[in-house]
């Protein structure tokens, strides 16, 4: 036997690690990433304002400018509390080391699969409760096991990866409202591509915090995430946030990268147009059932899925396969890309099917 496999905790060893394909030199649309790189006419100003970075020295601790550009860009009022996370993972890790050994996290299933993943790392019980068929929330079962497992806290990813729906307000407000103990985190990695956001709702719920992230609107490189609470809520889990969290180049980046709001919010609105495209010529083919999404990425039912994900990879396209995940049977998930690249996929697919 080895010696990590005698060392190591047996709860650990039956994890299965969160698997990144190789993807290069293949047309990227399987993570959700935004497909526009840095506009030429930034990189040099970029460069130069990058001089100044003192490397030698720790990050600001805080982060206090970096909140106030995101605070500008997102419009998060002065009164709430933002906590920065080396991406909106590491905040998802800290509210788990908040609870105790033997809470209950509750999400909704199929969703973002780190709720489950970091619960059982940091030794915390997961309860997942089944989305309807539409995939959009059982609020009778939902409020069932809220009474029944009394979660610490209650993950809702909004819209929802990898469905793409964003879920009925009305419920997830019976939910804040009816687990008054529970912390609800509203995953909201997705705002830029939704129709509704729940940011003005912290003002009455004491028990709401959202999460967000730059990963999905242009900036997956930085690892950079936040969590927007009351301030009081926040003070509280900033003692658990590792010091200097936030690395100095990433700090000083997306000060300078995150004050481009025309260009962040073009590029978004680029991107929710070339996602009706997308799901207009998916649907056009046939074969596909296409899932409604208020996300960057479309989920959609295939025959012979499993065929068509191997096809695309052969001709270049990498997408993501969840035809084996539950509830999910024969699903693939594709991120929207630019237009070159949309019509790629869509013409591989249409290959596939032996369509014109
Ligand atoms: N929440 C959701 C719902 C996500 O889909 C993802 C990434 N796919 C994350 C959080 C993690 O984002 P980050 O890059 O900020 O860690």
């Known amino acids: ?50 001089t100044n970075v003192e490397l030698n020295r720790y990050p600001a601790p805080k982060a206090l400018e970096l909140q106030k550009t995101l605070r500008d860009l997102m419009g998060i009022p002065d009164h709430f509390g933002i906590l920065l996370g080396n991406g909106s993972d590491e905040l998802i890790q800290l509210l788990a080391l908040a609870c105790n050994t033997g809470d209950t996290v509750l999400s909704v299933e199929p969703s973002f699969v780190m709720y489950d993943i970091i619960s059982k ?36 990813a909004y819209p929802n990866n990898p469905t793409g729906n964003a879920f009925s307000r009305e419920h997830i407000v019976n939910i804040i409202d009816t687990a008054k103990d529970s912390l609800v985190v509203l995953d909201e990695a997705y705002y830029a591509y939704a129709e509704d956001s729940f940011l003005q709702d912290i003002n009455n719920f004491p028990n709401l915090v959202l999460l967000r992230t730059v990963s999905k609107i ?86 012979k899925a499993e065929g068509l994900f191997e096809h695309l990879k052969d001709n270049g396209v990498l997408i993501k396969n969840l035809s084996k995940s539950n509830r999910l049977t024969n699903c693939l998930r594709v991120t929207v890309g630019t237009r070159e690249q949309n019509k790629q996929f869509i013409d591989v697919v249409k290959n596939y099917y032996g369509r014109q």
Do not use: C, H
């Open 121 to 156: 790392f940091t030794r915390i019980n997961y309860k997942g409760v089944e989305l309807d068929e539409k995939y959009e929330i059982d609020i009778e079962t939902t409020l069932a096991s809220i009474n029944k497992y009394n979660p610490k806290i209650i993950f809702i």
């Open 218 to 303: 242009g900036f997956a490189g930085l690892r950079l995430g936040l969590l927007i609470g009351n301030k009081d809520t926040v003070e509280q889990l900033d003692k658990i946030r590792l010091p200097y969290n936030i690395n100095t180049l990433t700090q000083v980046s997306a000060n300078f990268l995150l004050q481009e709001k025309d260009e962040i919010n073009k590029n978004a609105t680029t991107i929710i147009s070339e996602r009706a495209y997308l799901s207009d010529n998916m649907n056009a083919i046939g074969e596909l059932f296409v899932y409604p999404s208020q996300a960057n990425f479309i989920l959609f039912k295939a025959p």
């Open 1 to 50: 036997m080895s010696f990590i496999s005698s060392w190591l905790r047996d709860d650990i060893k039956d994890i299965s690690a969160y698997q990144v394909p190789d993807a290069q030199g293949m047309t990227k649309l399987d993570a959700m990433e935004s497909p526009f790189p840095l506009p030429d006419n930034l990189i040099s100003q970029y460069l130069a304002y990058l």
